[in-house]
């Protein structure tokens, strides 16, 4: 059983996409999976309940106040395989909760100064978590250009105590067209984006092997 929580203190940089597709991925795979929107915005509780009843079934629940959040994850650990968790947008106390439940903790950002320096942020938070216990911390970058050296200029700025993922996300039409549906790009027919595709599997295996 693993949890994962999607974090940053600064919106618009893809934690709901990548729950999304982190959740519905391993659901994919098998696994049972239950996604917990901790953000009052409500976009991935709203966007999986656009899945209607197509299969898999994606449960989803929201906490947006760090004790339910810790109080109802900790509960539902031993029913799922898998706890995916979208948190954030500013430091708060879901967001916190979120840290401290984590087995992983997933930080995107985008190759943009304002972003790297949100890391700095995470990096703060990720001192007070370990104090309480051990968190695995994985920085992903997120809409990456396709040309240029601002992806690796942005990599070489992630704090050290956090790892980069070997993966990036571009910058691809296919995840906001399938987001809106509550839809994996997995779930797309291949011809739509088969780099999405393959970044989004690569994210899965990177993360959960």
Not at 22 to 38: E, I, K, T
Not at 46 to 52: D, F, T
């Amino acid at each position: 059983m693993s949890i994962v929580a999607v974090l940053n203190t600064k919106g618009g940089v893809g934690k709901t996409t990548t729950a999304l597709n982190l959740a519905v991925g391993r659901a994919l795979q098998g696994r049972n999976v239950l996604a917990v929107d901790a953000d009052r915005q409500g976009s991935l509780l709203a966007a999986l309940s656009n899945r209607g009843e197509r299969e898999p079934c994606i449960a989803v629940a929201q906490y947006v106040e760090g004790q339910a959040l810790r109080q109802q994850v900790l509960r539902a650990a031993a029913l799922y395989d898998d706890i995916v968790i979208d948190a954030g947008g500013r430091d708060n106390t879901a967001l916190r909760a979120a840290l401290l439940l984590a087995d992983k903790v997933i930080i995107p950002f985008l190759p943009r100064s304002f972003d790297i320096w949100s890391l700095d942020d995470m990096s703060a938070l990720l001192v007070e978590a370990r104090a309480i216990k051990h968190v695995d911390a994985y920085a992903l970058l997120t809409m990456s250009d396709a040309r240029g050296t601002d992806n690796e200029a942005a990599g070489q700025a992630v704090p050290d105590d956090m790892q980069l993922l070997p993966t990036t996300v571009g910058r691809r039409k296919a995840f906001a067209d399938a987001g809106g549906a509550g839809l994996s790009v997995l779930e797309l027919p291949a011809h739509r984006d088969s780099k999405a595709m393959a970044e989004t599997q690569a994210l899965l295996a990177a993360i959960f092997n």
